[in-house]
């Protein structure tokens, strides 16, 4: 079992920097593939980042690329997201995932293990 806690969402103005983190609880944490995923009201969650159990491969949605980094300490069983130049569209509660495999995937249904949420909310 894995249990994860995101923290470090918040209300911020666009423009604004923001970072999340995931703690992860459980012996698998590295060697699983961690996601992020956010979910806006009335809007399916959609995938935000991923990155593999050594942190090498990451994988970005489009939207996010070149603002968003995710990056990980297995050391500290954390995983995190940079967000810089936040937008309004940005606005979500955004999500921690683990697989139970080492190779990250852009799909919410290859996830097993989910936290309970941490709202961001950027204003304009």
């Known amino acids: 079992q894995v249990q994860l806690v995101e923290s470090g969402g918040g209300l911020v103005q666009a423009g604004d920097p923001l970072r999340l983190s995931c703690a992860a609880s459980?012996?698998?944490?590295?060697?699983?593939?961690m996601g992020w995923f956010r979910q806006a009201p009335e809007k399916e969650r959609e995938f935000v980042a991923a990155?593999?159990?050594?942190?090498?491969?990451?994988y970005y949605v489009d939207s996010v690329k070149g603002r968003f980094t995710i990056s990980r300490d297995n050391a500290k069983n954390t995983v995190y997201l940079q967000m810089n130049s936040l937008k309004p569209e940005d606005t979500a509660v955004y999500y921690c995932?683990?697989?139970?495999?080492?190779?990250?995937?852009?799909?919410?249904?290859?996830?097993?293990?989910w936290g309970q949420g941490t709202q961001v909310t950027v204003s304009s």
């Open positions: 995932a683990a697989r139970s495999a080492r190779i990250p995937t852009m799909s919410r249904n290859d996830y097993d293990y």
């Open positions: 990155i593999s159990s050594s942190g090498l491969t990451k």
């Open positions: 459980g012996r698998s944490f590295s060697s699983s593939a």
